[in-house]
Structure formats: C-alpha cells, structure tokens
C-alpha cells in the first residue's frame, strides 16, 4: 500500500497501545492493575455535568463557532487574565477538541519542511509525532537527571541551530512530574525570546502540584518582558477531570489565533457543544471549581507520598513528581541478557505480575518506565507488591 509522505513517520500512541492491551487482557480474566493510562480515576464533579445536561435540555447541541462559544472564550480568557495580572484578549483563545489538537494546531501552523523543533524531553509521546505530521524535524533535549531533566538555555543552546522554530515544554511534565520553578521559566522564555524561537508552553497539568499551595507556574505568571512569541496550551481534562468530555484551549496572539481557528474549521470545527457547556460552569463557577480542585489535589498529594515512599524502599531510582501524576522510575539496574531495555522488563512485568506501566521508549529513555498514580490507594499498595516481587526477583538472579 502507497501511503502520503505526511504519515511515513507516524506511529500510533505507545501510552494508549500499552492502555489498549492492559484492558484485553483483563477482558480475559487476567489480574491485571493498569498503571498506564494518563487520566484521573475521579467522576468530573457534579457542578460541571449538571451544567452541560442543562444544555442539552435547553437545545444547546448544535454548532458553535470554530473557536468555540464565545461565553466560554471569555470565561477562559477572564481565568488567564486573572492568573497574568492583566486583561488578555478573549479573542486569542481557541476552545479544541481537547489540548491534543491545540498542539496539532500549533505545530501545523508555525512549523514545516526544513525546521527543527526543540523539544524538552522524556517528552510526551505525541510531541515528536505531531512534529513529525508537520515534515518538520523534532529534536529531543534532556536536562540532567539531577535537575530532574528539566532543560535550562545550556542545554537548549547546545541543541540550537539556524534551523530552530521552536521549543516545546510540559510543565508539571508528562512523564517525569518534574515542574519548572518560575525563575528556570523566565530564564527559558527569555532564551526562546533572544533568539526568536516560539515556545510551546503545554500547562494541562498545572493545577496538579503536590509542593505548594497554588498552582505551578507557567508563562502568564512571567514578567512579559522577558516573554517572546509563545503559544501557551492547557484544557479541563486533567485537572478537572474531564478527560473524556475533550475540552482543551490555546491562548496565543488573536491574530494567530484566527489562523488556529482557520484550521480547526477544515478539521473538526467546534468541540462538542455540551461539552463546552460543561466548561463554562468548571471555570465560571469559582468556589464550586476550587473546592473541586482541592479535593482532588489532597488525594493526589497522598498517593505521590504513597509511591515516593514504596518505590524508595524497592531502591530503584526516581524523578521527584512535584506535579501530575506520575512516577517515573529507572529499572535499568534490573537488566540482564535476557531484559535489554524497558519495554522488555514493561512485558516481563505485566506477565508475571499484572501490572501495566509504560516503557520509556515511548518518551525518548528506554531504561525508565512511567507509573500513574490517579488509582486508590489500595490498588497502589497491591502494584508496589508486585513491582517490589518483580525487582526482587531480578536482583536475586
């Protein structure tokens, strides 16, 4: 079969393969614990789907514009405004079928053939793939371990040529829980400003942080000064738990935007209007909202502590996750002739033990694996149980 050079390099999602396959087996009567999938375990709180059945009863099901319902453009844009400390365009934010397609629409529309584009790594799956979609060449950039892989402009300058577009970051990171301080951030944004790189700011995670009383910071928390062009990404589906409902956004400059919403338009047109329905409330409804939030944040904070604590006792080393919801672990030490890489001791473990992780192949470093914690307590102690049986055994030999 001849297929289009825009899919030559395209290959399927490793985290939600690995999902995919843990639900098989359990199909079949396995035991299997499912640690790979990235979405919370909690129902979207009750304010928000209460607001989108209202919408349907009231007709709220037909198109809205491309970019999404302008209440909800501007409630969004009012949220920002908030946070930056100063009043953003409503007209810059484009409402998406969740945050993955803000990301396909930036990528597809500032990168092309003959670009290159920095991208802070372990890196969620779906950057270099999405690059890749675009012809454009994406190129990994590790920080230090001991900097818990977070890039600084060293590293960056060391990656950059006259062929750098742009930078994409993640902060809470995808895989690692790693958060950029905003000292780390101003320091990258002003490294992206002076050399007229886009940064690619994805802050889906950002009200899941386990070390302080607000939210990580991000780039509206920047001083603009030290901002050049940016794209900044997030939705409602981590932190809202919303991750079925498929509501993302962008903000960026409104002439961009109109560019964005352009795309969209020949794409998908708008997110699913009783989803964005649901959206307003979940950003409208502010006590409602930050009760939910802290709620689910004090359950995050416990099981982070919880897996902190058992993957220390198996001894194997680890990034701190000071957001998301994430455990990123090295199990390179467990090796032998037989286990080479982590995607092979990811297949040995959910054999022998049941557990379903996902190998670092997927984020660029195939001797760590990534662990979600959005599970009980409960199914937590039983994983580590069996994480520690698998360890052990690989010591022992």
């Not at 949220?79 to 397609?101: I, N, P, Y």
């Not at 402009?153 to 958060?179: D, F, M, Q, Y």
């Not at 037989?338 to 995607?343: K, L």
Request: with cysteine; net charge negative; aromatic share 8%.
């Amino acid at each position: 079969m001849s297929l289009s050079r825009n899919v030559e390099k395209l290959k399927p999602s490793a985290t939600i393969a690995v999902s995919t396959l843990a639900r098989k087996l359990a199909s079949e009567g396995r035991d299997i614990i499912n640690l790979s999938a990235g979405e919370p375990d909690f129902d979207t709180p009750g304010f928000i789907s209460e607001a989108a059945i209202e919408g349907i009863r009231d007709g709220r099901t037909r198109y809205t514009p491309p970019a999404g319902l302008p209440e909800l453009r501007k409630v969004i844009a009012g949220h920002l405004s908030d946070r930056a400390g100063r009043t953003l365009e409503w007209e810059g934010v484009v409402v998406t079928a969740g945050a993955k397609q803000c990301l396909f629409n930036t990528v597809f529309t500032l990168f092309g053939p003959g670009d290159e584009v920095l991208i802070a790594a372990p890196y969620w799956t779906t950057y270099p793939d999405q690059v890749n979609l675009a012809r454009a060449e994406p190129r990994p950039v590790f920080g230090a371990v001991d900097a818990d892989f977070k890039v600084s402009p060293t590293e960056l300058e060391a990656a950059r040529t006259p062929a750098t577009r742009g930078l994409i970051i993640n902060t809470p990171s995808n895989p690692t829980g790693a958060v950029y301080t905003r000292d780390e951030l101003a320091a990258i944004a002003r490294w992206c400003r002076d050399h007229s790189v886009w940064l690619i700011s994805d802050e889906i995670y950002r009200s899941i942080h386990h070390d302080g009383s607000e939210p990580a910071p991000g780039v509206l928390d920047l001083d603009p000064a030290d901002l050049g062009p940016f794209v900044l990404i997030d939705g409602a589906s981590k932190g809202f738990a919303m991750t079925g409902w498929r509501i993302g956004f962008s903000w960026c400059d409104p002439d961009l935007a109109k560019t964005f919403t352009a795309l969209q338009s020949q794409m998908t047109s708008n997110a699913a209007t009783p989803s964005q329905m649901a959206a307003i409330a979940a950003w409208k409804e502010k006590d409602a909202a930050a009760s939910a939030l802290t709620e689910m944040g004090h359950a995050f904070r416990r099981r982070r502590d919880l897996v902190v604590e058992r993957i220390r006792e198996i001894g194997l080393p680890f990034v701190h996750p000071g957001g998301a919801f994430y455990l990123f672990f090295r199990v390179d030490g467990l090796f032998d002739d037989r286990v080479t890489d982590a995607t092979a001791w990811c297949s040995e473990l959910l054999e022998q033990q049941g557990v379903a992780l996902v190998p670092g192949a997927a984020f660029g470093d195939d001797r760590w694996v990534r662990l979600s914690f959005a599970t009980s307590d409960e199914v937590l102690e039983e994983a580590f149980r069996r994480i520690g049986a698998m360890a052990g055994a690989a010591s022992a030999s």
